[in-house]
């Protein structure tokens, strides 16, 4: 069903799965116990989304995948 979450945090990513999974780390660890979605607009990068296929990852994290450089806006209006 629908979950109301306190928070919302988008981060974009192109071509720099080395540092995702430690970003996605730090940003659990600071938001701690507050209920909260983390979305991941991966923007046209082949490789990110084969990395992203190929790991498992905490419930709150959403992936979007996207061919034009334009995940900000799409990802916004789609949680309004």
Do not use: Q
């Amino acid at each position: 069903g629908f979950v109301n979450y306190e928070c919302s945090i988008i981060i974009p990513t192109y071509k720099n799965s080395d540092y995702l999974n430690e970003c996605l780390t730090s940003v659990l660890n600071s938001v701690g116990d507050l209920s909260c979605e983390i979305l991941v607009g991966i923007d046209g990068c082949m490789s990110t989304l084969e990395w992203v296929k190929n790991k498992t990852f905490d419930e709150r994290i959403k992936f979007f995948y996207f061919v034009k450089n334009n995940i900000i806006y799409i990802i916004i209006c789609f949680n309004i």
